[in-house]
Each structure stands twice: as structure tokens, then as C-alpha cells.
């Protein structure tokens, strides 16, 4: 039953708790990506980006499971690409605005002392304004990672494998004390994944932390 | 569609309100003078936060589902037939569970954003237990209320969560209709238009709450105690002049 609710079940693997974190993590890795892409396109140029801003803001109000139900059935993709691209979206709309809120907020002053030390724009981008942004809103982000990590369970819907389909599917199959067993360990795999994430991002936020206070 | 629009707005409101009186509980209880207390009260609040709402749902309703009709249980739920107002009671309890975590962390941060100087200030001005908390809490409402609206959105988009059983609410109308006519495009549709135009409702009614307490300052407890007299308010020492002492 463990090894079920870890990689999933026979035929379907990767499942289970393996194809959450997996799902999760390439789907908040990428919307960082495309939210950092998202943000410049936001600061550098606010009129021309409304629509898309606009676009974003609605999406955010369209639940995960509606999202990870129009790509599955509307779309000819398959079905674990239909789950990931929804979570990619979810998580653009999220991150993409922690981003841009925190782009826009850079400090003029660092802006003059990057031109005081002759930086261009491009190594101004990469060196000062991108590493402060991603400090500032490490928050934010962690936040939402670890918020993203419990909502893989929207891909039950569909009937993506993750954790949480593969400890309903083994619960329904269960005799009534197996299934008590079953929910209790999948509840506690969520938890304990979700306490060594917390623990990792606190790790990395008090590295970072570090970092800014020296450097700014 | 109303049926359903209905029928999600009640699973909305009784979870939310559910999950938010648990949320103040637990906020209640981290703050509380007993060690036993604050540490039950914490692991509560792990617990909930770390387990995600899909699987709450998925084990109330399993647990709900082989339970037989009970009388005392009111069928609240519009749409969901009378004997599977268990599992709605069931899936309503497990969505508020989901919640209260998130709702209980935002009631802590809101309190201690006072600050501990704001929090003493109530005790010195000696008002009594009622008066001093109704003053904090309007206070921290201020604080809380936006986290609280986007959680309630949250909250709402998790009642969908409710179309895994046969509890009537609007995704498990949008599944229903999209299979049954193929048009998943025209259901999906509808379906986000009424979600956005529900959480636009949602957060226009935390955004008009935080105005009004903004807006309108809090009321002077109608008895405060008397003040001694070098503290009364007289224009002397109401001035904003500094002090000229080293």
C-alpha cells in the first residue's frame, strides 16, 4: 500500500506521491520562468500589457479543477499533460503578479547606483534588479509552493494518478479498516512533504536573507 | 444553473463560516496563558494547513457515504438528494477543516501586527474583558480582512472539490453538462463566468467590510474609567510642541 501511494499504482507509474512533487515542481519552477518573463514584459512596457494583466487576473478567479477539467476534456492532450499545463497556469497567475508587484516596487536609488557604477541595462537586469526581486518576494513564492505542492490533489478530477487519486482509488477498493489506514498515511506523506518543504524554503529564506542584508 | 450557482454559494457560506469561527478558536487558543493549550492549538493548525482540502474531502465524504441517513441531519443543500445530505454535511465539514489552518494563521499574524505596545495600552487604560477585545478585534479586522478575503476566494473555488460525490454545486454541473452535450468549451464558459462573477462578489464584500471599518474610527467604550489628573486632556499637554528636557 505504501509503495502504491509513493509511486502509484502498477501501470500507472509514475503516481502517487512521486508524480505530485514532480508535477509540482517542474510546474512552479516553469511559472517562475515565465512569471519573471511576465513581470519584465509588465514593468517595461504597463499600457501594451494591460490585456495580458487583465487575462491573468481572470484566470485567477477560475478554480484549479475547472482549469484541469477544460484542458483535460477540451484539449487533445493527454492527461498528464492537460494536469501540468493547468497547474502551470494557476501558478503563473500567482507568481507572475507576486513578481511584477515586486519588480515595479525596485528602488529608485539602486537604479542610480547601478548607473553611478556604469552598469547597463542588461547587467543592471541581471546582477541588481532580477536578485533583489527574487529576494524580496522569496515570501510570496514559498508560499505559493507550498500551496501548489496540496493542490496537485485538483488532478483527481481528471484521474491523474497523484497521491491523492491513487489513496481514494486503494480506500474504495479497501475493506472499512483498510481504508481508515490508507486516507491517515496519505494525509501524513502530504504532511511530512509538506513540513521538509517549509523547512527547506525557511532554510533558504534565512540564506537569501543573509545575502540581501549585505548586499543592499 | 441558479440550482447549482445556489447550491455553491451554500456550501460557500456554511463551510466559511464554519471554517472561520475554527480559524479564531485555534487563534484563540496559540495566544493562550496554558502551555497544553497553545500546543494543541498549534499542531491543530499544522495539521490542517499541511493536509490538502482534496483529500479531507475525499475522506469525509468515503467516511459519509457508508454511513446510513440520519433525520437530525437538515438537508440544506439544494439539488443534492435527501438521503446524501450526510455526505454534503460530511464534504461541508471537510472543506471548512481545509480552511481553518490558513484562517487561524491569518487571525495570528493580524493580532500580532498590533504590536505588543497597542496590545498593553488596552490593559493600562483598564477596560474590561469584553470592551478590550471587541477594541483589538476591530483593530486586527483591519489587518486580516484582505487575507481573509483572498482565502475566502480560495474557499470557494475548493467547494468544487464537492463534485467527487453526488453533492449538487456548479463544477459538478459543468462535468455533468459538458459530457453529456460535448460542449465543453460553451459549460467551461459559463461555468468560469459564474466563478469569477462569485469571487468578484466575495471580494467586493471584503473590500466594502474594510472601508467601512476604515471609514468609520472605532467608538470610545461608552464608560471609561476616569483618568487621574495630570492625564487629563488640556491644550498644555495635547501640544505637539517637543520637550525641551535633555
Redesign the interface.
Known sequence: MIVNLLLGIPGERPGGLLLSILTAAGSGALAVVLGTVYATVCVQAPRLSLGLQAALA?LR??????LV??LA??TGLPLPAAGFLALLLYSLCHVGEALRSFLAAYPAVLREQARVLGLGTGREWLQLRLPWTFRRSLDALATHWISLL?????L??VGIGE??TV??VL??QAS?SD?KLI?AS??LL??AT??VLVQTLEFIKARYSLGGAEST | MIVYVTATAILWALSGVLAVGLGLLLAAASLSSRLSVRLLGGSAV??T???????LV??GG?VAI?LPPSGWVPNLFPGTPGDLRMVAAAVTVALAVGSTGHFAVIFQAAHAALGRYRIEQTTVLGLAPLQRTALLAREAALIALPPTGARL?HH???T??A??FPVADL?GW??EQ??ATFE??RY?LL??GA??GL??LVWAGCKALELRLAVRPARPPSRLPAAPPNLSPTPSNLSPTPSTRP
Do not use: C, M
Not at chain 1, 478567479?61 to 475547472?66: F, S
Not at chain 2, 494547513?49 to 483529500?55: A, E, I, Q, W
Open positions: 481572470v478567479g477560475v478554480p484549479l479543477l475547472l477539467f477544460v476534456q477540451g496540496k493542490d496537485t490533489g485538483a483527481i478530477v497521491l491523492t489513496a481514494k480506500s474504495e472499512i481504508w486516507l496519505a494525509a502530504y504532511l509538506t513540513v | 499544522t495539521l494547513r499541511g493536509v490538502p482540502t482534496s483529500l475525499v475522506a468515503i457508508r476566494v470557494l473555488h475548493n468544487a472539490f463534485a467527487l463544477f459543468i462535468q459538458a459530457s465543453v468549451t467551461a461555468g468560469a466563478y469569477v469571487s468578484g
